[in-house]
């Protein structure tokens, strides 16, 4: 199979995404990353049920991932025959959009991961002086951030960037006594030291 990165919003799309989808004989997806890639779609799609059962589709299935498949997307599922196409990550829109370079900050994704594995790794590269970018979860969003910022005595700014690269995109900011207040269920949070 090959595992398509369409990016984080409309318009994201690399060459090589596209001419993969325009000549793909069959693609998986969500609804979601079928609505990013749909103008380019040429065949049969089907909405994935079941991502832990993505080994077994057809070798040449066409797979799509939101934003990068390798920055907490589906290319932790490929096997060793499978190809990836990167694609435009939230992490990169982030960046971009608050002008900071990708090596001055480290990434860390709560989502579906749990609440005390993220907060043992958010403490961990704070107590190191690190930038945060950071997916949230329901378990472990801003509020928490905040609260282990406030705890360790550190005075950073909390940006909230929300539905990157969509006509909604927003990007607030705070800091540990004010924090931002998330308005999209599609956010991810960046910490300035």
């Known amino acids: 199979m090959i595992i398509v990165g369409v990016g984080v919003g409309p318009g994201m ?12 004989p069959v693609i998986y997806s969500s609804k979601r990353a079928l609505e990013l890639a749909s103008v380019h779609i040429n065949c049969e799609t089907q909405e994935i049920e079941n991502y832990r059962e993505l080994h077994l589709l057809p070798e040449d299935a066409v797979i799509l991932s939101t934003g990068d498949p390798m920055f907490s997307g589906l290319g932790k599922f490929a096997g060793d025959r499978d190809r990836i196409i990167p694609g435009i990550s939230s992490l990169q829109v982030a960046c971009a959009r608050l ?3 990708l090596t001055d900050i480290v990434a860390i994704t709560a989502h579906g991961r749990g609440a005390s594995l993220a907060k043992d ?3 961990q590269e704070l107590e190191l002086g690190k930038n945060i970018f950071l997916l949230p979860d329901a378990s472990f969003g801003v509020a928490e951030v905040a609260s282990v910022l406030r705890n360790m ?3 950073a700014r909390i940006y909230v960037c929300e539905n990157l690269g969509y006509p909604d995109e927003r990007i607030a900011n705070g800091t540990v006594d004010s924090p931002p207040v998330v308005q999209s269920d599609m956010f991810c949070i960046v910490v300035v030291q």
């Not at 799309?13 to 793909?24: D, R």
């Open 13 to 24: 799309l690399t060459q090589k995404a596209i001419e993969v989808i325009k000549n793909a």
């Open 99 to 101: 002008r900071m370079n």
């Open 121 to 123: 790794t958010l403490v």
């Open 153 to 155: 005595q550190i005075n």
